[in-house]
């Protein structure tokens, strides 16, 4: 069955601390891929996505990913993080063919400390 | 303002008792779907909808229903709720294979 594995679901750090939370996806063929963050109470709010193109991404908030066909991984930096990225973050995969579920990884749950 | 509005936010309700929570969306997406958040299980998907009268499965299904009759409106019917159908509710529109537009959330407590 199509997965999506986040192998970190805790993390604490300090600020300005660099940050790399994994996600691997387990589906063979083409997939647009996201990140999504929710802050404590509110709702997912999409940080990035990639389609096609330049494997590197950027997104809002100084957030990028990297996309690694042959690792299925699309990995989430960010070079230095602030108390106010504490939240959760969710990686989801949606593949482009056969079913047009969109698949969620179970969450990295991100404290920043002052 | 492009939104995806659900109600209600919050409900509580005995076992049993049939209820509804409402979706709509105002961004003319083919694609809506809910979810149930659970601590330590991340987004379950529950049900989604490709387009009008169009629904299937998720990973999640038993114990819900829902109906795709308007493109904008996506309601989740629970017949007998169970308190293991405790959690908080997300749904979500978008176009075909693009990012998701995700409601405020209905947290829900079956006793």
């Known amino acids: 069955a199509q997965s999506v594995s986040q192998h970190n679901h805790h993390v604490i750090l300090s600020e300005a601390a660099s940050l790399e939370l994994g996600c691997n996806y387990s589906y063979g063929g083409t997939v647009n891929l996201f990140w999504y963050v929710q802050y404590p109470g509110q709702h997912l709010q999409l940080l990035l996505k990639y389609f096609s193109g330049d494997p590197l991404v950027k997104g809002i908030k100084g957030f990028e990913a990297e996309f690694i066909k042959s690792k299925f991984s699309f990995n989430l930096r960010k070079p230095s993080v602030q108390w106010s990225d504490t939240a959760e973050y969710f990686c989801a995969v949606n593949p482009l063919r056969g079913t047009y579920k969109y698949i969620f990884g179970t969450g990295t749950r991100l404290k920043v400390l002052a | 303002e492009a939104q995806v509005t659900q109600n209600p936010r919050y409900l509580i309700t005995v076992t049993g008792k049939k209820l509804t929570v409402t979706c709509s969306q105002n961004?003319?997406?083919?694609?809506m779907s809910w979810y149930r958040q659970d601590p330590g299980l991340g987004l379950r998907q529950i049900y989604y909808?490709?387009?009008?009268?169009?629904?299937d499965k998720g990973d999640v299904p038993e114990g819900y229903k829902v109906s795709r009759k308007e493109k904008r409106n996506f309601p989740l019917i629970l017949e007998s709720p169970s308190p293991n159908q405790t959690s908080l509710y997300f749904c979500?529109?978008?176009?075909?294979?693009?990012?998701?537009?995700f409601g405020p959330g209905t947290r829900l407590t079956v006793t």
């Open positions: 979500a529109s978008s176009r075909q294979g693009h990012e998701q537009y």
């Open positions: 909808s490709m387009n009008v009268e169009v629904t």
């Open positions: 961004m003319n997406h083919e694609y």
